[in-house]
């Protein structure tokens, strides 16, 4: 029988658990997305995780702030 991992996310530095693991990966976004308002304006696919230390980890690239000059 396969080990199911753990999901983490990654944004920026920090790491937050799954909110969900037993749910699809879009459900658990979408759950995050109400503390973190940056996961409404980002895609995750299940093939975007990357196996470290025995998680599943799904980075989510935070852009640069924007400055005006």
């Known amino acids: 029988m396969a080990k199911?991992?753990?999901r983490v996310f990654k944004v920026g530095a920090a790491k937050?658990?799954?909110?969900?693991?037993?749910?699809?990966?879009?459900e658990a976004v979408r759950i995050l997305s109400k503390n973190?308002?940056?996961f409404r304006s980002?895609?995750?696919?299940?093939e975007d995780g990357v196996?470290?230390?025995g998680n599943i980890v799904y980075t989510m690239?935070?852009?640069p702030a924007k400055t005006n000059g």
């Not at 937050?16 to 879009?26: M, S």
């Not at 980002?42 to 299940?46: H, S, T």
């Open 4 to 6: 199911k991992l753990k």
């Open 16 to 26: 937050l658990n799954d909110p969900c693991p037993g749910k699809p990966l879009n």
């Open 36 to 38: 973190y308002p940056a």
């Open 42 to 46: 980002y895609r995750l696919y299940e």
């Open 51 to 53: 196996v470290e230390n």
């Open 61 to 63: 690239r935070v852009p």
